[in-house]
């Protein structure tokens, strides 16, 4: 392969990881507050949801794969794994890095699941909510693609997205935490009485 051609792939398998893992985190919400797709069971959801992860995984391995391949820049292995290393753009480099981290904890810990117990599993998978806004800023940082027509509508269309679906989780919350105390306050009541 080019560098040409290997600069491009790499340009659209990044583009094609920040439309998967938006993905990924709003089904990810979609699971928690147990909504479901229209047309869909639940366990679609959730279904959906694993394999769009591993979809976007595989994406970004490719990502990866094309950014140490291509000749143009220096980087390695390495570079992928130690954050800030790099010495090609080391802070944006740095954050692809640092979100690819957190990913692989979220997925291993996802694959160990039975193995490591629920509570384990869940306090590392909200490292995925952190991963999603840096691994935005490494693109925004160091895509090429960054300021074209193009690439700033994807990026203000997955941004609005993730926002509105974090909003949606919050908003939930808020609710389930104002109703909840006035239901523990009629249950006690109600038990209270002969």
């Known amino acids: 392969m080019t560098s040409e051609t290997l600069w491009y792939a790499n340009r659209a398998t990044g583009a094609v990881c920040l439309i998967l893992f938006t993905l990924v985190v709003v089904l990810g919400i979609a699971v928690r507050l147990r909504s479901r797709i229209p047309g869909l069971p639940r366990f679609g959801t959730i279904r959906l949801h694993r394999t769009l992860s591993l979809s976007a995984t595989a994406f970004l391995a490719l990502h990866i794969a094309f950014a140490i ?30 979100a690819v981290d957190l990913m692989l904890a979220v997925l291993i810990t996802s694959l160990l699941r039975n193995r490591i117990g629920h509570r384990t ?33 994807l990026t203000v269309a997955c941004v609005a997205t993730a926002l509105a679906a974090a909003g949606t989780r919050v908003a939930v919350g808020v609710r389930a935490s104002r109703r909840t105390p006035a239901a523990l306050l009629r249950t006690a009541e109600g038990g209270a009485r002969p």
């Open 121 to 153: 599993w869940r306090a590392t998978h909200w490292l995925a909510y952190a991963s999603w806004p840096i691994a935005l800023i490494h693109g925004i940082g160091i895509g090429t693609d960054t300021g074209t027509d193009w690439m700033t509508w």
């Open 69 to 98: 391949a291509d000749s143009y820049v220096n980087i390695t292995l390495m570079d992928a794994v130690i954050p800030f290393a790099s010495d090609y753009q080391p802070l944006w480099l740095g954050m692809g890095t640092v």
